[in-house]
Each structure stands twice: as structure tokens, then as C-alpha cells.
């Protein structure tokens, strides 16, 4: 088996016939300049030691080389053995809060930023489980199936913003009970709910989804965002603040007492985040209690890097190409190698 670990610098192969059209346009322009002092054999006599056939030699020397370097950039891998990789982890559903309040700056940046850092953070940290994630609002969607692909974890949580869900409020029970579907059936790992929520405008009855979650075994744990006493909500990344009807500046508060309710009813912790990792650290230790076991038994393909062959190659052709001088050579002008 056989592929290339960098394919996207295979592309640059494009370019080769594009140094061979320069090269025969280059010999062209030389024969004319040539012709124009008179006739191209009487020249050659008066020039015994100028070898076109060498300096054809180093031009293709030096297209070979650079065409190997192009293959050990793209890294050449053969297949070479299968492995079986046994994962013991757990399955984690992140449940985000995306409504228009998790802008205020009551948490510096604000309060979804600081949240997106925090999982990010938390990602960094994982190693064989796998993780989910759920953006909700006034309504809730799957943004990314569960997986144990934290780079595609990642580029999905740095591209969320409030205009994802154009509903707004804070359907709190509608994310969890997604979350609670969104776990791989088949699985006898622990698996746990982390919902970062300012819990404002709360909709529909979180506490009765909590507690059917942890009736099957599912602990849902409660990042409380924001601060009790309140912020108003940055508008056009000005001074402005978003304001009522009457034209009031809106006031977003942290409504820490129904975090706490559903946290309680979901078997789970619940914590407030600020400005330090003192939330991160309380996740972190809810997970590490968490019980591991075989998430999946998947066969991998193991391939042997093989860029050293064609990097040989490769400095083998610039070696003689830097050998091979433009001229024949006094000495051996009697050997008729290159012409």
C-alpha cells in the first residue's frame, strides 16, 4: 500500500512542464542570438570547448532533482503491518450556549469566548475519549457528531458564534435531551453532559431533562457563565449595548440558582466560571473520576516513511550536476562522454 503523506504538494508537479517550456525558450532565444554574430558551425569551431550537450546534462540533472524534492515534500509512506489499537476512554457531549446574553463582558473576553478557550483547553487535555458538540439557543443542533478527531473538535469550536441559531433564548432541556441521543448506544463507557450556559431565559424544563439523563447513567455537569449581578450585551463591536423595546439597555444576569437545580437533578457538578481555571480544573477532576473502559477496537494501517530514498536521490543528481562543469574538459577533451 502506498500514499503520500502531504499529497496537496504533489501540485507543485504542475510546475515542471512549465521549466521545461522556459528551458526550450531559453535554447531557442540562444540559437538566434547566436546566428545574428553569423553561421552557428564556423562558431563552433571557434569554440572547441563549449559542450551543448552538457549543459543539456545539467539542465535535466537539475529537473530530476527538484522533481524528487517535490515527491519528499508530498512524504512518500508504504504500508508495512496492522496494528490493533485498543481505547479506553469515556464520552463527553458539550452542550454550548450561543445565545445573544454569552456576549456580555461580566468574563473577560466575554462570556462565549471564555467558554470556547475553556473546552479548548479541556480538548488539549484529552487523549482516548471521545466528545461531542451541541450549540443551542433557542433551539438546539448537533454542530459535531461525537468523535476522538479533536483537530475537527477544535476547528468546529473556534467557528461558533451567536448567529448560528437564529431562535433566540435558551432551550437548556432541548440540548440535553439531544446530547443524551447523541452517544454511541453500544457503549458501556461512563458518559457525562458539560453544559456552559449563563442559564437566562430559561424555555422549556431542564430540570425533568437533567433528571431523565442521570436515570440512565448520564451525569450532567453545569458551567455557569457570567456573574449574578449582571452585564448589559455589546452590540456592533462598539460602545453600544443592546437595548428593549422601550429603549432600556438590556441587563443579562447569571441565573445561577436554576444551574444549581439542574446540575443537582442531573447527578452532576456545577460551577462558576471567571476569569481564572478554576472551572476548568473542576471539569477536569470530574472527568479524571469518570469510568474508562473500551471505547472501540479499530485496525489501523501503519506506513513506513520513505522520503529518505528519493531525498538520496535527489542529492545524488545535485552532486553530479555541480560536477558537470559547462565545458569540456581539457584533460579528457579527447572522451567523447557527453559529445
Not at 535535466?60 to 512518500?76: D, N
Not at 469518570?290 to 535527489?314: C, G, H, P
Request: aromatic share 8%.
Amino acid at each position: 500500500m502506498f500514499r503520500f503523506a502531504h499529497p496537496d504538494f504533489l501540485y507543485l508537479l504542475f510546475l515542471l512542464p512549465v521549466l521545461v517550456a522556459f528551458y526550450v525558450y531559453a535554447i531557442i532565444l540562444k540559437k538566434k542570438a547566436i546566428k545574428k554574430y553569423g553561421n552557428p558551425e564556423l562558431l563552433a569551431e571557434l569554440m572547441p570547448e563549449v559542450s551543448p550537450k552538457r549543459q543539456h546534462l545539467k539542465f535535466w540533472l537539475l529537473f530530476g532533482a527538484i522533481t524528487m524534492v517535490i515527491i519528499v515534500m508530498a512524504g512518500p509512506q508504504f504500508g508495512s503491518k496492522l496494528e490493533t489499537v485498543k481505547r479506553q476512554g469515556v464520552e463527553i457531549m458539550v452542550c454550548l450556549d450561543v445565545s445573544n446574553s454569552m456576549l456580555a463582558e461580566d468574563v473577560s473576553p466575554d462570556r462565549l469566548s471564555k467558554a470556547k478557550q475553556m473546552l479548548s483547553k479541556l480538548t488539549d487535555g484529552f487523549s482516548n475519549d471521545k466528545v461531542g458538540l451541541i450549540v443551542f439557543a433557542g433551539d438546539a443542533f448537533t454542530q459535531l457528531p461525537i468523535t476522538s478527531d479533536y483537530v475537527s473538535a477544535k476547528m468546529f469550536l473556534s467557528s461558533i458564534n451567536p448567529s448560528m441559531v437564529s431562535t433566540q433564548g435558551t432551550a437548556i432541556g432541548a440540548a440535553i435531551n439531544l446530547a443524551v441521543r447523541s452517544f454511541t448506544p453500544s457503549e458501556t463507557s461512563d458518559k457525562a453532559i458539560i453544559l456552559i450556559t449563563d442559564g437566562e431565559n430559561h424555555e422549556d424544563d431542564a430540570v425533568k431533562a437533567a433528571a431523565a439523563a442521570a436515570e440512565k447513567g448520564i451525569h450532567v455537569n453545569i458551567v455557569g457563565m457570567g456573574d449574578p449581578k449582571g452585564s448589559p450585551i455589546p452590540v456592533d463591536g462598539n460602545n453600544n449595548y443592546m437595548k428593549d423595546k422601550e429603549g432600556n439597555v438590556v441587563i443579562t444576569k447569571l441565573n445561577e440558582e436554576m444551574c444549581q437545580e439542574i446540575a443537582a437533578a442531573g447527578h452532576g457538578t456545577y460551577v462558576r466560571a471567571d476569569n481564572t481555571n478554576s472551572a476548568l480544573r473542576a471539569l477536569q477532576k470530574e472527568i479524571d473520576k469518570m469510568n474508562k473502559s473500551e471505547l472501540d477496537s479499530k485496525v489501523y494501517s501503519e506506513y513506513d516513511e520513505r522520503f529518505q530514498t528519493f531525498a538520496w536521490i535527489a542529492l545524488i543528481l545535485l552532486l553530479v550536476d555541480f560536477m558537470t562543469l559547462d565545458r569540456k574538459n581539457r584533460i579528457f577533451r579527447k572522451v567523447k562522454l557527453f559529445s
